[in-house]
């Protein structure tokens, strides 16, 4: 028979559907727990309005990282492994679910859960919003209510016991995370493993982004950061080059630009791979001028250029050209990666300091290799 049982937190009731097995969890700050849930209405019919089922992952929520619906953490702690629980929440509880279940959905669906929300704590957000773009959802922002939650925890494990993400990292975990990854970045190249060791810059990259957004722009704690990020775009840049993802260097590229001469290069090599003759001598020209050590390089790439150039209008004049004279395709997967933003417009001046981008639907699979790799310098 089912039992009811009333939590030391006002407004819950909990009652055990199935029980668990052994102790309660002893808990720390980055525990994670992984669960199945259910959302019901407390009406007549048990309106469903999620089920984690559905979508076919689990929710993990981390203890300690401020999840917005923190009621949640509460339950969990009560419960054990195995175990299958309904809890009754009052709406002092509720009021963000709506918030919290657009994030989710969003993420189920394969969209950004953070898309047209402002900077700004998360109760300031459910007000922002006009809708969340589901129906029942905007019913529930409309008049908040009692829920049921239906949980079965599966596990619960020690913050050593698994990989955290980046968003779950403090800030010193963050900062700790960049040259290690970076390292590792620079020992897959040398192994010739581009695709990993562009994960790995990119994953870095992810790392001192996620710690800009809490500096001003353009003060110093902004500017140190961004004096990390440069390097690890640029080895990130140099993977893509080597994989033939030119389109993914013209997008990310672009963010650095600047006066930076090895970004203009980058940028270059990719123009020229995709037959973008009048823009490949612009940046190449620009390298040049920005750094005359690097002339020669420039030379050697120009020369490079005009022989493909002549190659490729002989072809197309003498017959149909071959493949090979072609420009690579778009990649196409429905998605923009926009990893590396461009910067912030400076103090005072209208536009961004990047160039504008190459619009670039996504990221493809490694496919064709071009240039010569040198090892990359650690910042």
Sequence with gaps: MEETY???????????????????????????????????????????????????????????????????????????IGEVAEFWCDTIHTGMYALVSRGMRRIAEGRDPLEGQKHRCGMGNMFDYHS???????????????????????????PSAYKRDTWAMSKEEKLAAVPVLHSEGNRLVLRREFAQAAAKYQEAVICLRNLQAKEKPWEDGWLKLESLVTPLVLNYCQCQLELGEYYEVLDEGSSLLADNAKAYFKRAKAHAAVWNEREAREDFQRVAHLDPSMAAAVKKELKQLGERMRKKHAAFHSSQAPESLLPPKLPFSGTVSGLFPALPALPGRGESRSSPK??????????????????????
């Design 6 to 80: 009333l939590l030391n937190v006002e407004g819950v009731k909990k009652k055990i559907l199935h029980g668990g097995q052994g102790e309660l969890p002893k808990l720390q700050d980055g525990s994670k727990f992984t669960f199945h849930f259910q959302t019901l209405k407390d009406d007549f019919e048990r309106t469903v309005i999620d089920d984690s089922r559905e979508a076919g992952v689990p929710m993990e929520i981390i203890v300690g990282k401020m999840f917005k619906l923190e009621i949640w953490e509460t339950l969990l702690s009560s419960m054990r």
């Design 132 to 158: 969340t773009g589901y129906d029942d959802l905007d019913e529930l922002q409309r008049t908040p209510q009692p829920l049921i939650f239906i949980m079965e925890l599966f596990r619960v494990e020690d």
């Design 358 to 379: 190459v619009v670039c639907p996504g990221q493809a699979s490694p496919s064709a290799k071009s240039g010569q790799w040198r090892e990359p310098k650690s910042p």
